[in-house]
T-cell receptor
Framework: NAGVTQTPKFRILKIGQSMTLQCTQD?????MYWYRQDPGMGLKLIYY???????DKGEVPNGYNVSRSTTEDFPLRLELAAPSQTSVYFC???????????????FGPGTRLTVL | AQSVTQLGSHVSVSEGALVLLRCNYS??????LFWYVQYPNQGLQLLLK??????LVKGINGFEAEFKKSETSFHLTKPSAHMSDAAEYFC???????????FGKGTTLSVSS
């Protein structure tokens, strides 16, 4: 199993450009997540998905969009990139969640995005 | 409401010394607690997890953590630090719905020879 894979590893965008960060998992996990990590701030949840066709906002969704057409893929779209979106983005997946409260997550290697 | 507080954004120890990274949580539901480690330029890797089976949890690389409900704490320890332990460590707790994790701000561990 490759686990959670993310592409690209690095990207530089100009203000106003758009791009899609790709995330794929091969563990057949129902739950998938997008986080951003800024220095000294920990991880902030952007969006998550509980299964194909179902997504929901996290703590910091503004400026981002997601879709989930398959169990494996959970792309994150940035429209009209802004310098405030300069960050490291992590995708994660989880096999279990919900009523049991248990939510162990598996992380991808991250995408480092700079907006200039 | 769910939250996690990691005391100390930076901890420095000598090689061979005890490592103690502090985590306090707040939870209105049965908490599941996690410690993740992040090496430079890498993703997060699970160190250990508390799932209510045992209060003393052993993880990878010689780390362990003890769940103390009365103190709402889940501190991470290692008896003897190695240079390879230098990394950022994150404590996390499940959210109220069990649909996501809430992370602390992280503690950077430095190990000197």
């Amino acid at each position: 199993n490759a686990g959670v894979t993310q592409t690209p590893k690095f990207r530089i965008l100009k203000i106003g450009q758009s791009m899609t960060l790709q995330c794929t998992q091969d563990m057949n996990h129902n739950y998938m997540y997008w986080y951003r990590q800024d220095p000294g701030m920990g991880l902030k949840l952007i969006y998550y998905s509980v299964g194909a066709g179902i997504t929901d906002k996290g703590e910091v969704p503004n400026g981002y969009n997601v879709s989930r057409s398959t169990t494996e893929d959970f792309p994150l779209r940035l429209e009209l990139a802004a310098p405030s979106q300069t960050s490291v983005y992590f995708c994660a997946s989880s096999p279990l969640a919900g009523a049991s409260y248990y939510n162990e997550q598996f992380f991808g290697p991250g995408t480092r995005l700079t907006v200039l | 409401a769910q939250s996690v507080t990691q005391l100390g954004s930076h901890v420095s120890v000598s090689e061979g010394a005890l490592v103690l990274l502090r985590c306090n949580y707040s939870s209105s539901v049965p908490p599941y607690l996690f410690w993740y480690v992040q090496y430079p330029n890498q993703g997060l890797q699970l160190l250990l997890k508390y799932t209510s089976a045992a209060t003393l949890v052993k993880g990878i690389n010689g780390f362990e953590a003890e769940f103390k409900k009365s103190e709402t704490s889940f501190h991470l320890t290692k008896p003897s630090a190695h240079m390879s332990d230098a990394a950022e460590y994150f404590c996390a707790v499940n959210n109220q719905a069990g649909t996501a994790l809430i992370f602390g701000k992280g503690t950077t561990l430095s190990v000197s020879s």
